[in-house]
């Protein structure tokens, strides 16, 4: 993300995404990471998805892309 910015979940919502942040409050030798994930697909069942595809050599987000039926 760009520097000074938060991470929203709408950013990543349906998705199998990620967005991190990094913050160093006021010049402090602390690193804050910030996280957000959509976890109707970043869940166990996503991993086992990605996985399978993996394992069957499909690209690692078929099946991934489509929005979930119940957010």
Known sequence: MPAGSLPDTKSVRGSNFVRLALHRPQ???TLVI???IDNLVKGAAGQA???MNIAFGLPENTGLKQLPLCP
Do not use: D, I, P, T
């Open 49 to 51: 998805v990605q996985a």
């Open 34 to 36: 910030l996280s957000v």
């Open 27 to 29: 010049g402090r030798n």
